[in-house]
């Protein structure tokens, strides 16, 4: 059993993946500001209030998380996939997090997969780049698997 923390977590996307991972018996913490915290639980997760342009609301969320999901491939708010993600990122340096997923896509994510790229490298966590609307399962299980 794997923990996993999805910021972007109220997306129909990432509610499909809280409800398959939840299916094999695995923990999801969604991230959400308070607006999709329903569909959140329904889907089997547990909603995290927080906000990822704050990170600082997320300190906490990370523990125990075996992955990161980070689904803000549809979110142009330039922070969000450059100073805010480094910001997370280095937070999750000594933790229990092992594998970080990010979602690409919108404007700004050239700069924020470098981020990752660069950072997951030199910290040796395992990660992974998807395009927004490319399948999230896969992903997810290549980095279960390392």
Known sequence: MARFLIVGAGSCRALALTRGLVAERHAVRGVTRGAHREAIEEAGGEAWIGDPDVVGTLRYATENVTLLLWLLGGVEQED??????????????????????????????????????????????????????????????????R
């Open 80 to 145: 969000l996939h450059g100073s805010r993600l480094q910001m997370m990122l280095e937070r999750t340096i000594d933790t229990t997090v092992r594998g970080f997923l990010y979602e690409a896509g919108g404007a700004g994510t050239a700069s924020g997969a470098a981020i990752v790229e660069r950072m997951a490298t030199y910290n040796e966590i395992p990660f992974s780049i998807v395009e927004k609307g490319a399948p999230l399962r896969p992903a997810v299980d290549e980095l279960l698997s």
